[in-house]
Structures are given as C-alpha cells and as structure tokens.
Nanobody, 114 residues
Framework: QVQVVESGGGLVQPGGSLRLSCAAY????????MSWVRQAPGKGLEWVSTMGKRGGTYYADTVKGRFTISGDNAKKTLYLQLNNLKTEDTAMYYC????????RGQGTQVTVSP
C-alpha cells in the first residue's frame, strides 16, 4: 500500500527554521519525482518544491532561496528544510508523489507567528 507520512511541523516565529520529513512506504521511492505541496487556510493546494528521481531540485518562486528539498533513498525519506520563515508560509505541508498533490499524506502543520 502506497503511503507517505509527514512530520516535523510546528509553531515558529518569523525568521525561524523547521525541517520537515516524509517517510515513504509501499513503493519504490527512488523511482519517483517527489514533491512538497502546501495548503494555507482557505486556499487551494500550492506546489512548493520537487526533487526529481535523478536529483534535480525545483522550487516555487515564493520559497526559492529559503527552502531546500533533499532526499535519502536508503531511508526512503524526503526532507524539506524551511529557513527564514514568514507568516505567509503558514500552511499544512504535504509530501506527494506528484506535483499536483493528488497522492499525498495527511500533512504536517507549519504555523509562523510572532
């Protein structure tokens, strides 16, 4: 059964950092382009970042230079390092097997507040 489980969210002040993790189960992690998407309160899903199966990394303009995506094929885990967080980064963050977020986990909440 395909499953991804996110963790690492929390409450942080503006300018702070968090590291999100996504553990993958039931599929060949290294064969997929893995993504992070997020959903802010009252808004739709927003693509954040993708790590290609060949290692290329891609970012939305809103997070470029602040967020870093990485992965560990041996541990079947995807990461997202969030630095210099802003209040507008507040959202539920999901790990997904596609950039649209159609196949995603339950999410981990990131709240950025003074």
């Amino acid at each position: 059964q395909v499953q991804v489980v996110e963790s690492g969210g929390g409450l942080v002040q503006p300018g702070g950092s968090l590291r999100l993790s996504c553990a993958a189960y039931g599929f060949l992690f290294s064969a997929y382009d893995m993504s992070w998407v997020r959903q802010a309160p009252g808004k739709g899903l927003e693509w954040v970042s993708t790590m290609g199966k060949r290692g290329g990394t891609y970012y939305a303009d809103t997070v470029k230079g602040r967020f870093t995506i990485s992965g560990d094929n041996a541990k079947k885990t995807l990461y997202l390092q969030l630095n210099n967080l802003k209040t507008e980064d507040t959202a539920m963050y999901y790990c997904a097997l596609d950039s649209a977020g159609a196949t995603r986990g339950q999410g981990t909440q990131v709240t950025v507040s003074p």
